[in-house]
């Protein structure tokens, strides 16, 4: 998926700028949208239910002033597994995508 508009927890659209299969049930995506009039950054697993793709429980919200140090720690986290051969790197196994679903 590329860049899309997607209905927040609170009735406006919110920017999908990533989502990948988490299994065949539930889907990660991550949006720029709004909360109590303030921006965030959201993170959060979505689960089918029959045609339809609905929001979870499970998941971060932050305030967009966070996103830069959330990246950072996110790069690191992910060196480090890297690092530690904790992650299969090869293209069959890549289960993130810029913007794109699986």
Do not use: C
Request: aromatic fraction near 4%; charge should be neutral; avoid cysteine.
């Amino acid at each position: 998926m590329t860049a899309a508009a997607a209905v927040s927890a609170v009735g406006r659209p919110a920017l999908v700028v990533a989502e990948w299969d988490r299994n065949s049930r539930e889907v990660v995506r991550v949006a720029l949208d709004q909360f109590n009039g303030h921006h965030t950054i959201n993170a959060r697993i979505w689960y089918r239910e029959g045609i339809e793709i609905k929001p979870g429980k499970g998941g971060l919200t932050l305030g967009l002033k966070h996103l830069p140090a959330l990246a950072d720690a996110m790069a690191k986290a992910l060196a480090k597994a890297r690092e530690l051969g904790l992650l299969d790197d090869t293209p069959d196994n890549i289960n993130s995508h810029d913007g794109g679903a699986r």
